[in-house]
């Protein structure tokens, strides 16, 4: 009997607490929310629509927020940059989906994708999806797989939960932009904030999982037909990685330098040219201060200036 009334019970609580989600999810961004750095994506659509040929089209997480200079790549190539990079939780399946209506003939795209990408199921997104495909562009729920529905749904509960709590309506902005909001991308889509702000110690990550994902390599193949058939090039660089995280992780990613090699991926340098010096980091093994965001950004425009001048 006891185990009858408790299970009456759990089901009379859960039809709420169902409803309460569901009611939550349709909740518009709250305004806390639409600061951060994920409604960045807005602008950077708007720079895929609009941005005039020639167009160099950069694909990755915050290694390329906080990690290119584009005013560098413009000078030196005459190019005009699209810094898609907001966070590498977005996951590089739905990175890459998401540019492929955008992507024009003569457009150059260069993926460059954090290492962790390549392993385990980061690839199909976190919490950070979630908060894109309902908050910010709700028509691109449709083009979700079931690895990254999969990923993202036991992430509902708390996100639907946070849009009924009263401080994510009362927001008061500080004069200075914080690094992770909206604000702090120029008009590249940059984050260049942090350029004349000191750096924090970074602690150096371990080892890449030994579970590499072949199944994301096969997804960045077809991903290269189908900007092959707009009449556009597609190009893999690497990360500007903090040396001492690197060091941790060569042996995984030669694994991944040895795969994009196998399925005929053209290179921009070598994973170790883009090793960064310990002291150019700013925040994170992948976010580079201004002197670090300079040197990565001189190596791909001189890795970029060779391919170019074959082509």
Do not use: C
Request: aromatic share 10%; proline share 5%.
């Amino acid at each position: 009997m006891l185990k009858y009334f408790l299970l009456k019970i759990s089901v009379f609580l859960s039809i709420p607490l169902a409803l309460m989600l569901l009611v939550g999810a349709t909740f518009p961004p709250t305004p806390r929310s639409s600061t951060s750095l994920l409604f960045a994506k807005i602008e950077k659509d708007a720079m895929l629509k609009e941005s005039p040929s020639p167009r160099l089209i950069m694909i990755g997480g915050s290694n390329l927020s906080f990690g290119i200079n584009s005013q560098m790549i413009k000078d030196a190539l005459k190019l005009n940059p699209i810094n898609t990079g907001i966070h590498a939780a977005i996951g590089l399946k739905y990175m890459m989906d998401d540019v492929l209506d955008d992507i024009q003939p003569g457009d150059i795209v260069v993926i460059a994708s954090e290492y962790q990408q390549f392993y385990g199921d980061m690839a199909y997104g976190r919490n950070e999806l979630l908060r894109i495909v309902v908050d910010i562009d709700r028509n691109s729920l449709n083009d979700l797989n079931t690895k990254q529905w999969l990923k993202i749904l036991p992430y509902f509960p708390r996100f639907s939960l946070s849009k009924l709590k009263p401080n994510e309506y009362f927001v008061q902005q500080s004069k200075e932009s914080g690094v992770y909001e909206r604000r702090a991308f120029n008009q590249y889509g940059d984050v260049d904030i942090h350029w004349n702000r000191p750096g924090k110690k970074v602690q150096p990550l371990g080892k890449l999982s030994n579970n590499f994902n072949e199944t994301l390599i096969q997804e960045m193949v077809d991903f290269r037909e189908k900007v092959q058939q707009k009449r556009a090039k597609l190009y893999v660089t690497f990360p500007g990685y903090q040396e001492a995280s690197f060091e941790n992780g060569k042996e995984g990613i030669a694994e991944i330098e040895s795969k994009l090699i196998e399925n005929n991926f053209i290179l921009l340098g070598s994973p170790e040219r883009y090793k960064i010096p310990n002291n150019m980091m700013y925040d994170t093994p992948y976010h580079l201060n201004k002197e670090g965001v300079d040197l990565r950004t001189q190596k791909l425009i001189e890795d970029l200036s060779k391919v170019l001048k074959k082509n």
